[in-house]
Structure formats: C-alpha cells, structure tokens
C-alpha cells in the first residue's frame, strides 16, 4: 500500500464510493470483505445501490481503497470533493458567468445506455432463441436437419448473448474468485459444449434425429442428446431478469433523484439592483435573488421582500401553500405560487434542507440491517456452495444410475437455478423504495436499524411546545369580575402589553385586538408604561393606571386579588382595583388530536412531557385525548431525559417526539427519536426520524411506513431463504429441466425487487 500523506492525529473519515462491475450480491460480498482486510477499515457494500460506504483512518488514503476495490476485479469512483462556502465579502463573481452544472445523466424520461444496450442484447437474444426452444419443445415441429438451425441460431446466443456473464466470470477466475456469473456460464456453456459434442462426434447431427422434451430428469441417448434450448433459454432468461431487475432498481431509486432533482438549476441574482441570471451554484449565503410566481426557490433563505404563497408539496408532502411575506423562511426547492419575491439566501449548496434530506435518504439506503448481514454472510459462500453441490450432483447420478446424460443434466440444473441475487436484494432494494416514499411523504428515516425500534416500541413521549402545541401563545378566555366590563378589560389590558415585546403580551394585544373587531395599531397608546421582570407591566391608557401580569404584581401594588389565583393567568387592574384575568396559553395544533388518536390505533400509548404547569399541560392534553395520568408536567429541559429512562426502567420501549434543543438529549436516549423538521437543528440530527412538515400527523404515518418497511423486508428474505432452500434440492434430485430452472431463477431477483416496489404506493 502507497504511503499516505495524511497525519496520524487526523480525524477518522467517512469515503463513499460508487462500485462498478457488481453482478450479483456475492460480488458485493467480495468487495465488502477486501475492504474490511484494510487495517482501519470498516467497509459495508449494497449491491443494490453499486455503493461502498468507507469509514477509514485518516492516515488510509482514498487512493488506497480504490486500488483495493480494483485489485478484486471491480471498479470504483471517487467522489467529488463538496464546493466550499466562502464568505459573501470574500468570494470572486467570476464564476457567476460561468456555464450551469451539467446534470445527472440517470434523470427520468431521460435514455439510459446501460438499460438501452441490456435492451438490445435481451431483444436479439430473445427472438434468436424462441425458435430454438420451440423446435426442442414441440417434436411435430422437428425437421430434417432441424438440429443445424438450432445449432445456428443458439450460438450467438450463448456466446454473444451471454458475454457478459462469460466476461465477469472470466475477471473473477482471474481473480480467484467465483460468482453468480460463474455459475450462469459454466451452466451455459457446459450445455452449449454437450451439444457440440453430440452433434459433430456423436449421432446427434444425423438427418432425421428427433428430440423430445421433459421437465423432469430421464434416461437419454447422451451422443444423440443436444442441450441448445437449454443453453440458449437460459442466457435469454436470465438477461430478461437481469433487465427487469435493472428497471426495476431504477424505479426504486428513483424517489431520491426526484428529490436530487427538485432544486432549481439557474436563478435570478440581483447585482446592484439589476438581476443577473447566473447558475444556482454561484449563489453565496447574504446574496438576495428574485423568485418569480411558477419559479423554484434557488436555495434556503429568508424573505427580504414580497408576497405569495409557496407550494412544498413536492419537498414536504404538504398540499396546501404555505403564505410567506418578508422576515419569513423559505426553503430551496419550493415553487412561488403567486407574488413577487426577493429572497436573502441563508443556507447554501450542501447545508441547504433538500441536500441534507437527499443526503439522509442516500445514507439510509446504504445501510444494512441486522437480518440482510446474515444474508451476506450467506451470499459470500453461497456460490462455492453450490459448486460443490453441483459436483456431489453429477458424482451421486453417476454412482446411482450410471448415466451419463441424466447426471450431466440434473448438475447443470443445480448450477443455473440457485440464485444469491434475491438475497442481496431482500434488504437494499425495500430500504430503496421504503425511504423514497417517505422522502416524498416529508418522512426521513436515517437506517435500516430504525426499522427494528418501530416494531418494538410501545410507548410515544410528546413534547408539548412547538409538537403538540404550535409554540405561539394566543389568548384563550376573558374573565371580567361581576360588574365589570369586558370589552373595556381587552381595550384596557390589551393597550398595555401592544407596548411590550413579550410572547405573553404579544399574545394578548393581538386576542384583545381581534375581540374587540380592531387591528393592534388600533388599540390607544399608553400614555406611560413600565415593564416589571418576571412579574408584568404597568402604565397608564386613558387617564387609568393600569397593571397587567402575575397575581404577586397586583399584590405588590396593594391591590387584593380576589379569591385564589388563576394559575398562568395575567392579572388585569386599574386605578386600584382588580377588574379581572386573561388566560393565555400555547394553541394546540389543528390536527392534533387526530395524531395522537392515530397513535393509539397502531397500538402505542401516548404520554405528554412538558416544562409548564400541571394546570395547562392537563388542559392541552385532555384536548387532545391524553389520560392526566400519562402527562408529565413541570419537567426542566434536563430532566426530559430522566422521565424517558422512567419509561424505559418501567419496561416500555420509548418513541420521543420533539422539536427544540431542549429535545435533542431525549431524543438521543429514547429507543427511537422523531424531530419535526420545523425544529431545531440539533433535534434533527439526534433523532432517528425526521418529519418535515410540523404536522403531528406525519409521526404516525413514519412509524406505519418504516413497519411495513421493515414487513416487506422480512416477506423478501422468507422468499429468497425459502426459494434456494426448495430448488436446490429439486434440482439435484432430476425434478427440473435446466431450462425450467435458468426461467426461475431469472424471476426470483424479480420478485423480490417488485414485491419491494408495492412500497410507492403507501399512503
């Protein structure tokens, strides 16, 4: 190995590359294993997405790991190095002039030249071999000489048709090593040879030879047998798996490129005042740019001027548009449904949402699970395996029966139907799709080991403000004391705090405003006003000195409350005397209840966890159907992760849902973490699920999907287990006709990819 430039105190580093020659999943296994022999290395290989996900030494250089990958008869790619972000004072506009990005070549409706060339090779392939399996099959249909046109058409076939399975087994001899590839020729061409044999030194090329056909094993005249249909049939099949496997991989794929893809490619920079089109990746954080209504959002940012609606539905799943004006967010990849923007960029390139959404899809689709590592350990021995089997076959027929052709026939039947394809594709190719979908959905799920947690948890804890809540206070009720005037404690109290930035009196100037009929500038000013920490305010409205805030502010003041204090209530008085109280609190989101009830149905029990009063947090959750005994109120941000290990110690197995900072340790802890995207960043990065859109709703729907996610993958491994398990002892036994076994094992990959695809049509 090259000596490495790289110092040893340097961090650890995560490398991906794209691998290419892979045919099957013991290639993949093979690969997996080369680079696990590294010292530093920890390497996993998914067949289905012809990716390695490297975590290496620093000190081990990516140069390295590609020779290795190419040493083991494959070939790898490094990726490019990301863009660096300069500073908006520091970056040259040179590059603003240049030419867009060119665009990724596997974009749908786009042609695909590796599909279109397995295409043509499937297409001539197929109609060469039809009338070689027809003339096999059907005796009345056998001619004098028929042999010879089989012969003739049969062998482009096996030698043109199959060249890429002659020409991967071939690398890997080189190599030593055997894969599916090996198994396809050497069934193939022994078939193809036999009839050679037969037809030039045997009897089987004299006129008037006729051929029946079985779909099991029997006795036959070995010099006058021929196994052209055998030899062709199979290369046919097989490409037409391969070839349906290959759409059928494109299409799972093909949620994450839709997502790649939703960025806008060129935008409308404004330089001086004038707007210059140049390519999105010239944009630079504090760059403003001009979103016109049908165009995408360039880039992630803050609204600097305008207004309109902004559809996310193709980013979040979110069908309706979302009204924006300035000082509000946006995210790249949206479309301006209406007005005129001028947007600030806040987030560039790979920091944008959507990057890191189609990063956290693409590495969850890299990941394995538990059961497909078994799979691959399987996978890595399977092929010698069944070399042996096939040798023990042709020995055992050989010592049994004495016949020649029976053992040939029933040896080559053992090496064509195993298949380790449908077992690398079990796990990958449902995690594919399965991510995808709830990529579409606003629905990111980080692995495969997420999956495991969704099946075994019990128990949902959610977070009150900002999850179940939508973290803005509104007023709620108004209580004015018998033989006051209500209207006249809004205009009085709500006058007041319009003078005050806090959330509460923000909250009770814009209720009071909208009970009243008037928008908050018409409220009267305040003649004077004072605000008291952590108690209220106080001022005089209209000639009235008035105070507004905790019972203790009016007490202070010497002005009695009556009866016992409203607990989170603000106190309203004027001119010494308490008129009455205002109750503030955080609204409960729309479709909260409805989440929560969704919960239930699946079969968690939902527990309510918050900072806030006894008081509120039972009030919030009797609204949206949480027993009192399930909340758990009061709780400072550091205690959240205690109250989850509560749950845990109890036996339960916890889902913690939340958005703040304050989340992000429980989050951590819980046994699976799920962080609404409206929330903080370090919510996102501890959970193990992300929803996108703040809608509680969405938690449920993860949960449902990752299950059946996680179903299908079971259903796919039962398949591929159960298939090898029941053909390889068919075929040894003589019950299958080689070609009847190259048929099925063409469709085994097959349906493991599309029982994989019913996965896009969760709702």
């Not at 993949?28 to 590294?38: G, S």
């Not at 030879?209 to 021929?226: E, N, Q, S, W």
């Not at 001009?290 to 902004?310: F, M, N, Q, W, Y």
């Not at 076994?741 to 493991?752: E, H, N, R």
Request: net charge negative; with cysteine.
């Amino acid at each position: 190995m090259p000596p490495s430039t790289a110092t040893p105190s340097a961090a650890p580093r995560t490398t991906e590359l794209t691998i290419g020659g892979m045919t099957c999943a013991s290639c993949a296994a093979r690969v997996e294993k080369k680079l696990n022999r590294m010292d530093g290395v920890t390497a996993t290989v998914n067949y289905a997405t012809e990716k390695a996900r490297i975590d290496h030494a620093a000190e081990v250089a990516v140069a390295d790991l590609i020779a290795t990958v190419v040493k083991t008869g494959y070939t790898a790619e490094e990726p490019p190095p990301p863009r660096p972000t300069p500073e908006p004072a520091a970056h040259a506009r040179e590059e603003a002039d240049a030419e867009p990005a060119a665009e990724p070549s596997a974009r749908r409706g786009e042609p695909d030249p590796e599909l279109d060339a397995s295409r043509t090779r499937l297409t001539v392939s197929a109609l060469l071999a039809a009338p070689v399996v027809l003339l096999a099959m059907v005796p009345a249909l056998q001619f004098d000489h028929w042999q010879w046109l089989s012969l003739t058409l049969a062998a482009p076939v096996v030698v043109w048709g199959g060249l890429p399975f002659h020409r991967a087994a071939w690398t890997n001899l080189r190599h030593g090593a055997a894969t599916m590839d090996t198994l396809v020729s050497v069934g193939t061409l022994a078939a193809f040879g036999w009839s050679l044999w037969a037809l030039f030194l045997g009897t089987a090329g004299m006129p008037g030879m006729r051929h029946g056909f079985d779909l099991t094993v029997g006795r036959t005249d070995g010099p006058a047998t021929i196994y052209l249909e055998v030899a062709a049939g199979v290369v046919t099949f097989i490409l037409l798996g391969r070839h349906l496997e290959a759409r059928a991989k494109r299409k799972a794929g093909s949620a994450l490129r839709a997502l790649m893809e939703l960025g806008a490619k060129d935008v409308a920079l404004l330089r001086d005042g004038v707007e210059v089109r140049v390519p999105v990746t010239a944009l630079h954080v504090g760059d403003r740019f001009v979103v016109r209504p049908g165009e995408k959002i360039a880039t992630d940012g803050t609204v600097a001027a305008g207004l309109s609606a902004v559809d996310a539905s193709l980013l979040t799943g979110e069908s309706l548009p979302v009204d924006v004006a300035a000082g509000d967010p946006v995210t790249g990849g949206c479309v301006n449904s209406s007005g005129r923007l001028v947007v600030e960029a806040t987030r560039v390139g790979a920091d944008t949402q959507l990057a890191r959404m189609a990063k956290l899809v693409e590495d969850a689709q890299n990941g394995k699970a538990a059961a497909q590592r078994l799979a691959d350990r399987i996978s890595a021995v399977f092929v010698p395996a069944v070399l042996l089997i096939a040798l023990g076959t042709l020995a055992g027929w050989l010592g049994a029966t004495g016949d020649t052709t029976a053992a040939f026939t029933a040896a080559v039947a053992v090496l064509i139907i195993a298949c380790p394809c449908a077992l690398g594709l079990a796990t990958p190719t449902a995690l594919m799709v399965g991510t995808g979908r709830g990529a579409q959905l606003g629905i990111l799920i980080k692995g495969p080991e997420v999956l495991e947690s969704t099946r075994r948890v019990d128990t949902v804890v959610l977070d009150k403000t900002g999850t179940v809540t939508t973290g803005r206070m509104t007023l709620r009720k108004a209580y004015a004391y018998e033989g006051e005037d209500e209207a006249e404690l809004l205009r009085l109290a709500g006058a007041l705090e319009h003078a005050s930035e806090h959330p509460v009196a923000r909250a009770v100037a814009a209720g009071a405003a909208e009970r009243l009929g008037l928008t908050t500038a018409g409220l009267p000013a305040p003649e004077s006003f004072e605000n008291v920490p952590g108690l209220g305010v106080r001022g005089t409205v209209g000639g009235h000195r008035v105070l507004a805030g905790r019972a203790a502010l009016l007490e202070a003041e010497g002005v009695e409350v009556p009866g016992p204090p409203a607990p989170g209530a603000v106190h309203i008085a004027w001119d010494g005397r308490a008129r009455g109280f205002l109750t503030v609190a955080d609204e409960v989101k729309e479709t909260s209840a409805e989440a929560v009830a969704r919960l239930r149905a699946l079969g968690l029990t939902p527990v309510l966890l918050t900072g806030d009063s006894l008081t509120v947090a039972e009030t919030v959750a009797a609204e949206v159907g949480i027993p009192a005994d399930r909340v758990f109120a009061e709780v400072l941000p550091q205690d959240k992760v205690d109250a989850v290990r509560r749950l845990q110690a109890e036996g339960r197995t916890v889902a913690m849902v939340g958005d703040g900072v304050n989340d992000a340790a429980a989050l951590a802890v819980a046994d699976l973490g799920l962080a609404l995207g409206t929330g903080t960043d370090a919510a996102i990065e501890a959970a193990d699920l992300t929803l996108v859109r703040g809608d509680l709703r969405v938690a449920a729907d993860a949960i449902r999907l990752a299950r059946r996610t996680l179903a299908t993958i079971k259903a796919n491994l039962a398949w591929a287990f159960g298939y090898n398990l029941a053909a390889l002892p068919l075929a040894a036994a003589g019950l299958l006709n080689p070609m009847i076994a190259g048929l099925a094992m063409a469709f085994s990959s097959v349906f493991v990819v599309t029982n994989s695809l019913r996965l896009r049509r969760f709702t």
